[in-house]
């Protein structure tokens, strides 16, 4: 008996304990997993799965064809119990405008499978859906992305659409890229040992290099990346695919190739941006705007020039507040300004969604190295950034990676060069994260982005009073109220006129609206009357954040009125009530 008290009630204890916490974790917070990233096909395989899956709020359509061919997909997440996805606002996310951004579209994945799947479980998920409508757009670049999949695995690879282009204005095409010139399957480094070179291995790590001291004669020339030359003219790798950049080509402060590189002959000129334009221009009930990139661990909005005019005091507030609570959610992310902390941008994508269109937008870049480096590495490596960081990529690579990421130095003959060595970094570092770190990336980043969307408009006509005037007229304040964040209408839509104004109107069957007035002040009643259309007053400036707009009507007759409030990105809203 002693044995047992003393063994067995801790053994009954735990299995209890542990069969509680399974239970508890037993519906995981997401169906897929996120430690590989998914073809084209895959994510369009996926996104079938899920709308037939969830088919009561999900809704797939390709919005059109890449250069090469491929759907471009969008998925819309409504739920048509609440409304008509064009009176809701609406929060449009899209990744992999470059395709070698990869993790983009998979966090993309990520927030459509987080929401089906807590919906019903988590209450704020449940709101969310219940509230909003979101344009899911994993892959704006899906040949860029494929592009990456497919060829020599190189990092570098594919960042452009795959239009043929000619870079080096030679008369032909995307005739010079990288080749693999030893066939294992990786785009690497090319070295060349000589008696009169100025590079020299690195004394503290053989994978390195590193250039010869003043006065030192080195032992090999870098010749740059493994590649050939295709064309003849004497250089290697440079015409390869594609060639532009489609964050580039959108209509805001767009500037021509000569002036922006990679920008094409005009707004709009390739089938992937025309698509999502002509989507924007459909869907005026966007709201909220988030483009994920990578890498570099940034929150950035704009403006993408300093020759752009910065934005209002008023709109600032509301980047400021979603940017910096974004640092917190994104542990060693930035919240920063495009042009300022950042480079140049003419005719970026998010600079058209916030300065064109007046949407509140921010482009993450996704993947702060800090986060995987700094913290355990030895601070003479972090300041001295010899071989820029390279050895601290080394130091991981080896304890973490158990070296599965750098390539050693190996011998290969080149049939220009000769005897060379290929060697350096595979394609899956750099620029993205570690498989195992993935997941806690997409995680982190859905949920600012689903923060960003919590924000949206949500506006209600807050009270209707109603005062008799004698003789059959009335006095009716209507009060809309939005109880959140962003206001119906940026103060960069309403200067530049980007959007429809809002619009109360008040109509009843036996009365007439004979005047009508923003009250500027409710405790004195001072009102600033409208001109005309008493009974369909225009509200240009919309209903700011966390704010409310109160009109007054003059109404003369008898019985039941109706008060509607519609806005594109605040939604409808409608109420009844008795002129008495």
């Not at 799965?49 to 919005?63: A, G, N, P, V």
């Not at 010899?386 to 050693?408: A, P, T």
Request: charged share 25%; with cysteine; net charge negative.
């Amino acid at each position: 008996m002693k044995t047992f008290f003393s063994w067995s009630i801790p053994l009954v204890l735990a299995a209890v304990l542990l069969s509680a916490g399974a239970a508890a974790q037993e519906k995981p917070i997401v169906s897929l997993p996120y430690n590989h990233y998914y073809s084209h096909a895959e994510i369009g395989s996926l996104l079938r799965d899920f709308e037939k899956k969830y088919d009561r709020f999900l809704s797939l359509q390709s919005i059109g064809k890449s250069t090469l061919g491929r759907e471009i997909w969008v998925m819309t997440v409504n739920n048509p119990d609440t409304g008509p996805e064009d009176q809701k606002a609406a929060m449009y996310i899209d990744a992999n405008i470059h395709g070698n951004e990869v993790q983009g579209a998979e966090a993309v994945i990520y927030t459509l499978d987080y929401l089906m799947t807590n919906y019903g479980h988590i209450d704020r998920v449940t709101d969310l859906v219940d509230t909003y409508v979101f344009y899911l757009l994993p892959m704006v670049n899906p040949d860029g992305r494929m592009h990456w999949f497919d060829t020599s695995r190189f990092s570098g690879g594919g960042r452009s659409g795959m239009q043929p282009t000619d870079d080096d204005n030679d008369g032909l095409f995307d005739e010079d890229g990288y080749d693999d010139i030893d066939g294992d399957g990786y785009i690497l480094r090319m070295r060349k040992k000589v008696e009169n070179g100025d590079y020299i291995i690195s004394p503290e790590d053989p994978r390195l290099m590193e250039r010869a001291a003043p006065g030192q004669t080195g032992d090999y020339i870098m010749l740059g990346t493994e590649g050939i030359d295709n064309d003849g003219d004497g250089r290697i790798n440079e015409d390869g695919a594609g060639g532009y950049d489609m964050n580039r080509n959108w209509p805001a402060d767009w500037q021509p190739d000569y002036i922006q590189s990679g920008a094409g002959t005009r707004p709009f000129s390739y089938p992937e941006t025309e698509a999502i334009g002509t989507f924007f221009l459909s869907h005026p009930n966007i709201a909220g705007v988030q483009s994920y990139h990578n890498s570099g661990g940034m929150i950035l909005r704009g403006p993408g020039s300093k020759d752009e005019e910065p934005y209002s005091r008023s709109d600032l507030q509301v980047y400021d507040y979603i940017g910096r609570e974004g640092e917190k959610i994104l542990p060693f992310y930035r919240y920063y300004v495009i042009y300022e902390d950042l480079y140049t941008v003419h005719g970026g994508f998010i600079n058209w969604t916030a300065e064109g269109l007046g949407i509140f937008s921010f482009s993450n870049e996704l993947w702060s190295s800090r986060q995987y480096y700094n913290s355990a590495v030895p601070e003479e490596d972090r300041s001295s950034r010899g071989n820029s960081g390279q050895k601290e990529r080394l130091f991981f690579d080896d304890h973490v990676e158990m070296g599965r990421q750098f390539i050693e130095w190996k011998p290969a003959v080149h049939p220009q060069y000769g005897n060379i060595e290929l060697g350096g970094w595979a394609r899956e570092t750099g620029r993205v994260p570690p498989m195992f770190m993935l997941e806690e990336l997409c995680h982190r980043n859905t949920m600012f982005t689903l923060f960003h969307a919590e924000q949206m408009p949500v506006v209600a006509i807050d009270t209707i009073s109603v005062t008799s005037l004698g003789r059959g007229s009335y006095r009716v304040w209507v009060t809309i109220r939005n109880s959140k964040v962003i206001p119906t209408i940026s103060d960069i839509a309403a200067k530049r006129h980007l959007v429809t104004p809002d619009i109360l109107s008040l109509e009843g069957k036996s009365s007439t609206v004979t005047a009508a007035g923003f009250v500027r002040d409710i405790y004195t009643g001072r009102t600033d009357p409208v001109e005309n259309r008493y009974e369909r007053v225009a509200i240009p400036g919309g209903i700011p954040g966390q704010s409310a707009v109160t009109v007054q009507f003059i109404v003369s007759g008898a019985g039941r009125c109706t008060a509607a409030f519609v806005s594109s990105k605040g939604g409808k809203t409608v109420k009844t009530f008795m002129l008495q």
